[in-house]
């Protein structure tokens, strides 16, 4: 069983900077899927960003340019930085990872963009 612990929410102003990290348990992770998944209030959760075990990547276009997705194999740990935050971003933010049949999901960490 996989467990993944995302960290790194918070309030911030428009503009700002935030960089969230989801650390995984297991062996699994080298050759995962990572992902970060967003869901606002009253709102479908949507694909942010996406990093595949060989390094490549894809983003959601709103957040083109503005977020990064990276991974460091050696401590199971992706992270999302954010910056040039916008209020559209606020969400709770989710972790998965993906390999197989295994869907693995984290607890979700609170972004708020507000001034």
């Known amino acids: 069983q996989v467990q993944l612990v995302e960290s790194g929410g918070g309030l911030v102003q428009p503009g700002g900077s935030l960089r969230l990290s989801c650390a995984a348990s297991g062996s699994i992770f080298s050759v995962a899927v990572m992902g970060w998944y967003r869901q606002a209030p009253g709102k479908q959760r949507e694909k942010v960003a996406r990093?595949?075990?060989?390094?490549?990547?894809d983003y959601v276009d709103s957040v083109k340019g503005r977020f990064t997705i990276s991974r460091d194999n050696a401590k199971s740990t992706v992270y999302l930085q954010m910056n040039s935050l916008k209020p559209e971003d606020t969400a709770v933010y989710y972790c998965?990872?993906?390999?197989?049949?295994?869907?693995?999901w984290g607890q979700g960490t609170l972004v708020t963009v507000s001034s």
């Open positions: 998965n990872l993906f390999v197989g049949t295994l869907d693995a």
């Open positions: 990093i595949f075990s060989y390094g490549n990547t």
